[in-house]
């Protein structure tokens, strides 16, 4: 059964200043599956996925052309609607950005961005969403302590947790597990396999066995290109391009 | 129905800043414009070389020659520069370069203390302390007989004052300057104080500059502690031992008395537009002097 | 050759030595003659009262006046600053990131409108104060000194709003915030510390001044009660009491610079303790 696809990237060029660093790409991402960005680092990963969420705005020195259709919406065209477009995505960060407030708040600021407004119903979100990301556990009996007490990994679950409670479609994630010990960055993979079933996932990575492990399809990219694109069989399995045996084998970094 | 209202407080929010914005953005022109309105009876009823190089000052008569104030002036902040960039270009190669930086944790607190000591206060302790040295010691020293209020007093207490401005610029500068380059000095064999005086103070030349410059311009336009130090007799003075009058001062002593003279209200708001433009004028120099420097230097 | 390098060396070595330590020596110097001479005058009546008939013949009474006028314009004129310039300062790193040449153009006239002498805002203020009819006031003297601050209230804002890390953007953005809830909600709490060193920065500038308020506060004996009358200033309190030959009176002059640089001194503290708990606290990344 062939997927539908949730967000379709089509003649996305990305400049900054006179260097081109993404070069006409064009990319589905299939819906209620994982996606693996994949790449030695410094090939446009990131920026690409900024693109999905035109968190490149944030980035004087970078222009955008091309397509980014999510719902039949245009990211890159949508003007100031952009801010309610940004909620069908989650985004999780390399590192964990906590919000400068009472890790309750972390999770309560995009229920209320949300319009969520009742107090009772506010509560009950919050636990919901702490626990969904494991972490209620540890924080029940301090959620009023600032966010930036707690451990890189707890934050990075707060920052899971948070994503998930503004409710989102999609969840773009940038080496999420890069800043986080061993156990921490297995439970983040084992949600993203779990999420998959009502998430679309985005995730950019180096490490090839974290693709291998928990990738649907994968997307390699070099150098700013997108060199193949395909089923994670299809990728690890047997490889079409030169660029991709070179880089699973390991002979290039 | 509450997305309406985040859209209301944004506009809110937008219309405060931009308000805010717009009234910041205009200052320097509503000062320079006020301040000319305000002189213009004075700079339409006389030449302009005559007001800046006359040296005859008879408000009552109708005599506004602003030459002793503008020399008086000059002679004071140029003292007080002579004696203050030697002493800060000194002690920010000495705390960026020679010493630990835990000392760096003791001197910036120094510097703040100084940065924040009201006008005033250093006036006070320039007739507490400064104006009797320069009577008892430092006239006698010399062979000549003052009261202590000139020129001297002033440049003295003013390159106090303007020690933590330009010493705060200058650290800066010297702790902006990359490693990478001391470190290829002294490996080609230089001594540290080889390093310091052909690399690093050559390679920091311009940010000493714009300090001095930016120094200068503060120091222009002090008025209350030398105001008090100065002595404020409208004459040319021949020695640093000479009271004198500077152009700030000039304005604060006689706020009282401008009202009754005609002419005397528009002719210190002239001073007021001649401090402005002076002050704008170098302010403007030295960034233009950093931006062409930053820009050779990336 | 080497030999003289070296003395060369030694020289200038000492000479920093003395350099530097002659600027603390000199601070040593202005805090122990204010201290000196104002402790000897100062008492519980200076604190307490306002000037009695014949205050300046030496006779009875105190610069309660001054204290309260100083303290009353000073926290008007920092509270105005701060709902004028908190705004601008989010604007520019929030709202303009991505126009450089903006930001850099709002920086430069921040920076030249902070090196304008106070007397020149003085001077502005008095001729705006007479162009609009109103008096020497606390209203008058407050709005000038808020233009005064203004642009040091900002550019230390936009110094440590500058500091917030683009990760804490893009999370916030993410959640569906737009840019005034980025700025207003996360910028300010991110870096609550700093905007209150800003603030603190800017008031003890404002008490200190007296160039600005010279024309335009007015002078008067009494407490501080209307915007709209006149209002007594510490700088100020001091100028005149200094300018009286009557000992007493300049005795009372050094006491009243006593209590102006303890507020200073105070104030710097304050924003110092925070700036170290500020390190604590923070989130780092």
């Not at chain 1, 707690?150 to 940038?174: F, K, M, T, W, Y």
């Not at chain 3, 233009?147 to 440590?160: A, G, N, Q, T, Y």
């Not at chain 3, 009243?256 to 989130?283: N, W």
């Amino acid at each position: 059964m062939e997927p539908t696809t949730k967000i379709h990237i089509e003649n996305l060029n990305v400049y900054a200043g006179k260097q081109q660093i993404l070069k006409n790409i064009n990319i589905e991402i299939p819906k209620n599956k994982i996606t693996v960005i994949l790449g030695p680092s410094g090939c446009g990963k990131t920026t690409l996925l900024k693109c999905m969420n035109r968190l490149t705005d944030l980035y004087p020195e970078l222009k955008v052309t091309g397509k980014v259709m999510i719902n039949d919406k245009n990211v890159l065209e949508a003007g100031e609607d952009i801010v309610k477009l940004r909620q069908y995505m989650g985004l999780l960060s390399q590192r964990p950005y906590p919000l400068p407030m009472t890790i309750y708040n972390n999770i309560a600021f995009g229920l209320k961005l949300k319009g969520v407004k009742k107090r009772r119903n506010l509560h009950k979100q919050v636990v919901r969403y702490l626990q969904q990301a494991n972490l209620w556990d540890e924080v029940k009996n301090r959620l009023r302590e600032p966010a930036s007490r707690l451990s890189i990994g707890q934050q990075q679950r707060l920052c899971l947790a948070r994503g998930l409670a503004v409710n989102p479609e999609i969840i773009l994630a940038d080496e999420p597990t890069s800043a986080l010990d061993p156990i921490s960055s297995q439970y983040i993979e084992e949600k993203f396999v779990e999420l998959k079933n009502d998430y679309t996932i985005v995730l950019v990575t180096h490490v090839l066995r974290q693709a291998r492990r928990i990738a649907d399809f994968v997307v390699f990219m070099y150098l700013g290109e997108v060199i193949e694109q395909g089923t994670v069989e299809e990728v690890f399995g047997n490889p079409k391009m030169e660029k991709t045996k070179q880089y699973l084998g390991g002979t290039f970094n | 129905m509450y997305l309406l209202n985040r859209i209301q407080r944004h506009r809110v929010n937008y219309t405060w800043m931009i308000v805010s914005l717009l009234l910041v953005a205009s200052l320097p022109f509503l000062l320079f414009l006020g301040l000319y309105l305000k002189s213009f009876l004075l700079i339409h009823d006389y030449h302009l070389g005559d007001l800046l190089f006359s040296k005859v000052w008879k408000p009552g008569s109708g005599k506004f020659g602003f030459y002793p104030f503008i020399v008086g002036s000059i002679w004071v902040t140029l003292l007080a520069m002579l004696i203050s960039a030697p002493i800060c270009l000194l002690t920010a190669i000495y705390v960026t370069q020679y010493t630990r930086k835990r000392f760096l944790r003791i001197m910036h607190p120094a510097i703040d203390i100084l940065a924040g000591i009201p006008s005033v206060v250093y006036g006070v302790w320039g007739i507490l302390v400064i104006v009797p040295f320069i009577s008892r010691f430092v006239g006698p020293l010399f062979g000549v007989q003052t009261l202590g209020y000139s020129i001297l007093a002033a440049a003295l207490v003013l390159s106090v004052m303007v020690i933590p401005f330009i010493l705060n610029i200058l650290i800066e500068v010297f702790r902006t300057i990359p490693v990478e380059l001391k470190e290829a000095s002294l490996s080609l064999g230089a001594t540290q104080w080889q390093t310091v005086k052909s690399v690093l103070v050559k390679k920091a030349l311009p940010g000493i500059i714009a300090a001095y410059g930016f120094g200068l311009a503060r120091a222009f336009g002090e008025t209350m502690a030398v105001l008090m130090v100065v002595g404020n007799v409208v004459k040319l003075p021949k020695s640093v031992f000479d009271p004198g009058y500077t152009l700030p001062a000039l304005i604060a002593n006689n706020y009282g008395e401008m009202l009754s003279i005609p002419k005397y209200e528009s002719a210190l708001m002239f001073a007021a537009l001649i401090l402005l433009a002076v002050s704008l004028f170098f302010n403007l120099v030295m960034h233009f002097f950093i931006d062409r420097y930053n820009k050779f230097s990336a | 050759m080497k030999y003289s390098g070296k003395i060369e060396e030694k020289v200038f070595k000492i000479l920093m030595v003395i350099a530097t330590y002659s600027i603390l020596a000199v601070l040593a110097i202005i805090i122990y003659s204010i201290f000196a001479k104002g402790i000897k005058a100062l008492s519980w009546e200076i604190l307490s009262q306002v000037p009695q008939g014949g205050y300046y013949y030496g006779k009875g009474g105190g610069i309660l006046n001054a204290i309260l006028g100083s303290l009353s314009l000073a926290f008007g004129a920092t509270l105005l600053a701060f709902i004028v310039g908190l705004p601008v300062a989010l604007y520019i790193n929030v709202f303009l990131v991505r126009r450089k040449k903006l930001i850099t153009l709002f920086r430069f006239i921040l920076d030249l409108v902070w090196g304008i002498p106070s007397i020149v805002y003085g001077a502005f203020g008095f001729s705006m104060m007479i162009l609009l009819g109103l008096q020497t006031s606390l209203l008058a003297g407050m709005l000038t000194v808020t233009l005064f601050i203004l642009p040091i209230m900002i550019r230390s804002m936009d110094e440590i709003l500058q500091t917030v890390p683009i990760g804490l953007s893009e999370a916030t953005y993410s959640l569906g915030a737009n840019k005034s809830e980025l700025a207003f909600k996360i910028f300010t709490r991110q870096t609550v510390s700093g905007i209150i060193t800003a603030i603190l920065l800017s008031f003890g500038r404002a008490i200190g001044d007296a160039a600005s308020v010279l024309f335009t506060a007015g002078y008067t004996d009494n407490l501080p009660n209307s915007l709209m009358e006149p209002v007594a200033t510490l700088p100020l309190s001091i100028f005149f009491q200094l300018s009286s030959p009557v000992p007493a009176v300049q005795d009372r002059a050094y006491a009243s610079a006593l209590v102006l640089t303890l507020i200073i001194l105070l104030v710097s503290l304050f924003s110092r303790g925070l700036g170290k708990r500020y390190h604590k606290t923070k989130i780092n990344f």
